[in-house]
């Protein structure tokens, strides 16, 4: 087997599709069917159906067998690649959401940078929590974590933290009370961030009643920066709210609402089937992340 047949026919199994896979690839069809047809005669089974009157394609029972092994394998072929090549052996990359990176994980990522004969390299990026599924089925990341449990038949997620949700107005507000109702705020001047799918729902009945906010924001810097109007408020987990309070002079307030919104939930998630070359980099970072998030009160899940 070649990694261009086995890197083919997984980009096949992602799109369901022949033509998107070679617009994915930067390839000529002919070529995708090529590769394709190469790997089922190496096996000698049927991989891929295409039902008459269908421009997607489906797995057989032999293609949907294969799939696990072929991640498996290129998962070996990349590493050979890093052995090849002398890459560090403690390697690792994360992808994170924006307030993750931002509001939970910064101090930790400092710590171990400056840590003492410290030999991991790290690659952090941000994306939403959908991206962050993808990246990691494809191998492209070691460890993600997200705000949303999503299905994927080859990803594990844990929760990780369980965070309660407070009002945050400017610190020039003049509604300074330790405990506030939504109705008590103009629903005009929210800066409104969608935490989640249930917080959304939440927020709907509660606080936008079916109207669309004035301003919805997907970055912790925008929700930092918008916040200096008097008039401005938000909703936000207990995380973002500690570090937006080390930034700017704010007022942090309970919610009154009889009905609470839903905490907000992070969750870890892995491949089932890693790169054996990143564990040793991906088993000292939970170690240290776990040690970390243990001296703050941010409602850890053990």
Same mark, same amino acid.
């Given at each position: 087997m070649k990694q261009a047949e086995i890197e083919t026919f997984l980009m096949i199994v992602k799109t369901k599709n022949i033509t998107k896979t070679a617009e994915? %690839?930067? &390839?000529?069809?002919?070529?995708?069917s090529h590769r394709l047809k190469c790997l089922e005669e190496e &096996?000698?089974?049927?991989? %891929? #159906?295409?039902?008459?009157?269908?421009?997607? !394609?489906?797995?057989?029972? =032999?293609?949907? *067998?294969?799939?696990?092994?072929?991640e498996r394998w290129l998962s070996l072929w990349q590493e050979m690649q890093q052995l090849q090549h002398g890459r560090e052996k403690l390697y690792l990359s994360i992808g994170c959401t924006d307030t993750m990176n931002t509001t939970i994980l910064f101090e930790l990522y400092r710590n171990l940078l400056?840590?003492?004969?410290?030999?991991?390299?790290m690659k952090i990026t941000t994306h939403y929590s959908y991206e962050i599924y993808g990246l990691l089925e494809n191998h492209e990341i070691d460890l993600g974590f997200v705000y949303h449990h999503l299905h994927f038949?080859? !990803?594990?997620? *844990?929760? &990780? %933290?369980? +965070?309660?949700?407070?009002?945050?107005?400017?610190?020039?507000? /003049? %509604?300074?009370?330790?405990?506030?109702h939504t109705d008590e705020l103009d629903p005009a001047e929210e800066i409104f961030v969608s935490w989640e799918a249930n917080y959304q729902i939440w927020h709907d009945q509660w606080v936008g009643k079916g109207m669309r906010p004035r301003v919805q924001v997907d970055t912790f810097e925008l929700l930092l920066h918008l916040i200096s109007?008097?008039?401005?408020?938000? !909703?936000?987990?207990?995380?973002?709210v500690e570090r937006i309070r080390d930034l700017?002079?704010? =007022?942090?307030? +309970?919610?009154?609402?009889?009905? =609470?919104?839903?905490?907000?939930? #992070?969750? /870890?998630?892995?491949? /089932?089937?890693?790169? *054996?070359? #990143? =564990?040793k980099a991906v088993q000292l970072f939970e170690e240290k992340m776990m040690d970390y998030l243990k001296t703050k009160n941010w409602g850890l899940i053990i």
């Open positions: 994915n %690839l930067f &390839l000529s069809q002919p070529t995708v &096996l000698n089974v049927k991989l %891929l #159906t295409r039902k008459k009157g269908y421009k997607q !394609i489906e797995l057989t029972a =032999q293609g949907e *067998e294969f799939v696990p092994i072929a400056n840590a003492p004969a410290s030999d991991m390299n038949k080859n !990803i594990v997620a *844990e929760p &990780l %933290l369980k +965070e309660k949700m407070y009002i945050v107005q400017s610190g020039d507000t /003049k %509604l300074k009370k330790g405990r506030i109007d008097a008039r401005r408020w938000f !909703i936000a987990p207990v995380s973002v700017r002079d704010v =007022q942090v307030s +309970e919610i009154a609402n009889k009905t =609470q919104p839903p905490e907000r939930i #992070t969750y /870890k998630i892995r491949h /089932k089937y890693p790169n *054996e070359s #990143t =564990q």
